[in-house]
């Protein structure tokens, strides 16, 4: 694929469920550049990463409807004329899986059965792509994991997200809803949550960096992990809606190399000028859904749209840093932000 996918959203009319949330903020930016027609859909239910803020600057150039996804007959209606829908409302804490697993199985599993089903009744024509995670392999068998690793989670999260993303599959290969997932690693960037720790650790440890304290590291900071910009992550999803060629089909979007904790707060605790590192031992509830070491093979994505990661993990965390110190206030209220 070359650079026509950019070209192909001129004009398009583009949905996208949690819209206000980190990825889905970042993606409609890019979609507003590129003179899409984009209206986001969230629910802005507390502590889940919804932000107004996440669209100043764009705000007048999107159309916003504050509404839940498991809701049928607002599905029906929003889904018509989309001519791709970027799926990314989702749970995705896994200790809140654990804490809560029927909201978890509620917005995971059932709210995605009513995007596909309002689709396949009122717009079958349509594009979908999934939002999926790197936690329905669970612990890895080999390193690198590539899309033909078992899926095998290790939390009550993981397995409803996968169960989300085969009934995008069903769909596709039954009822010729054109769909794809995208299994995410570990996304950072700007609009990230960071109110609280239990959506990814990147996220907190940028925060804990921000504000001089200790970052604290579980065991000897020895496991590995691969780390997506939000801006490459958002082009994952522009190139995934614009090709047919991923319909049907499941893809890994992994960061270029993969880093170990000590090395990742090492390099954190440089690039901000700011916070210190502790080990401690593993928390029993956190140790018992770990999966160990975790990178992607991302060749398959890459083969498909011509997808590769542009933005180092020091320029992205040098990025990142500089957006909070001068947002923070935003992200950092406990209403989860301001008006836009």
Not at 57 to 71: P, T
Not at 202 to 214: C, Q, S, T, V
Not at 310 to 322: D, E, F, K, M, V
């Amino acid at each position: 694929m070359n650079a026509d996918y950019r070209s192909f959203y001129r004009g398009r009319a583009v949905m996208i469920t949690g819209g206000l949330g980190f990825i889905g903020s970042n993606l409609a930016r890019g979609l507003v550049a590129l003179g899409a027609d984009v209206l986001l859909v969230d629910s802005l239910i507390p502590d889940y990463g919804g932000n107004l803020f996440n669209i100043d600057g764009i705000a007048d150039r999107v159309r916003v409807n504050i509404a839940d996804v498991r809701q049928q007959s607002t599905m029906n209606y929003l889904v018509r004329d989309r001519d791709v829908i970027f799926n990314l409302a989702g749970q995705v804490s896994h200790i809140d899986s654990m804490r809560d697993p029927y909201t978890d199985l509620e917005i995971n599993c059932r709210s995605q059965l009513t995007v596909l089903e309002a689709c396949r009744n009122y717009n079958p024509k349509v594009k979908v792509v999934f939002a999926g995670t790197r936690q329905v392999y669970g612990r890895p068998d080999r390193l690198p994991v590539d899309e033909t690793h078992l899926v095998r989670p290790t939390d009550v999260n993981g397995i409803n997200k996968a169960a989300g993303e085969y009934y995008h599959l069903v769909y596709n290969n039954v009822f010729g809803i054109r769909a794809c997932s995208l299994r995410l690693t570990n996304v950072y960037g700007p609009r990230q949550l960071i109110r609280h720790n239990r959506q990814g650790f990147i996220g907190w440890f940028i925060r804990l960096a921000i504000e001089n304290k200790p970052i604290q590291i579980y065991g000897d900071g020895s496991q590995l992990r691969d780390f997506v910009y939000v801006d490459d992550a958002a082009d994952a999803f522009l190139r995934a809606g614009a090709s047919d060629d991923c319909n049907g089909d499941v893809f890994n979007v992994g960061g270029d190399r993969p880093i170990s904790h000590r090395d990742l707060t090492t390099l954190l605790v440089d690039v901000a000028g700011s916070g210190t590192v502790q080990y401690v031992d593993w928390p029993p509830d956190k140790k018992a859904i770990d999966i160990g070491s975790f990178y992607a093979d991302s060749t398959r994505f890459t083969r498909t749209t011509g997808w590769t990661p542009a933005t180092s993990l020091a320029n992205g965390l040098r990025q990142t840093i500089a957006f909070y110190r001068q947002h923070g206030a935003h992200y950092l209220a406990e209403s989860g932000g301001g008006p836009a």
